[in-house]
């Protein structure tokens, strides 16, 4: 492990760019604060003087500080799009990495004879996107779950690759993305 000792303000830098997680030891006269990034600690201390650093560190640090490590909300973005023609849906993009996935079709209106070939597709440069998830017509309207490590993504989107609606409206296709 590579021990880095910044300033404060360098370390409050790097835990915002980088989203990582807070922990300190606290002693009599001062709070030892790190963040574990990779094989990299990134270390700075503050003074228990009554100055800004303190006030700041235990305004807006301490409360959610010292959680397990690799512990942290998930991001969560999903987005519906209705379609009626073939198409491509609206991007969802992280600045971490999706690595779970969820699809789903709902058909409005009578959905006798509707058939379908929707894919959730995912890219790291948000350019060139590859099928991550596929829901036909033969699956029905159902959510199709993707697991974890299949195809990290930067960015996920959908896309209808044929759509015959039938008796049927138009169809709504909705995707979910989890860091």
Request: aromatic share 8%; charged share 10%.
């Amino acid at each position: 492990m590579r021990v880095s000792n910044v300033s404060y303000d360098q370390w409050k830098s790097i835990i915002a760019a980088n989203d990582l997680n807070v922990q300190y030891v606290e002693n009599p006269n001062s709070y030892n604060l790190f963040a574990i990034e990779y094989n990299i600690s990134w270390e700075t201390k503050v003074l228990k003087d009554g100055g800004s650093n303190q006030t700041d560190f235990e305004t807006n640090y301490k409360p959610t500080a010292n959680l397990p490590l690799g512990a942290r909300q998930t991001d969560t973005s999903s987005v519906s799009n209705t379609f009626t023609s073939t198409g491509i849906g609206t991007i969802l993009t992280t600045p971490l990495s999706f690595d779970q996935y969820a699809l789903q079709v709902q058909v409005t209106g009578n959905s006798t004879l509707t058939l379908w070939n929707v894919v959730l597709e995912g890219s790291l440069n948000g350019v060139n996107f590859s099928t991550i998830l596929t829901s036909t017509n033969l699956l029905g309207p159902g959510v199709i779950w993707g697991s974890a490590m299949v195809a990290p993504s930067l960015y996920i989107r959908s896309r209808v690759v044929s759509l015959t609606l039938g008796l049927a409206t138009n169809i709504i296709v909705t995707i979910l993305g989890q860091t």
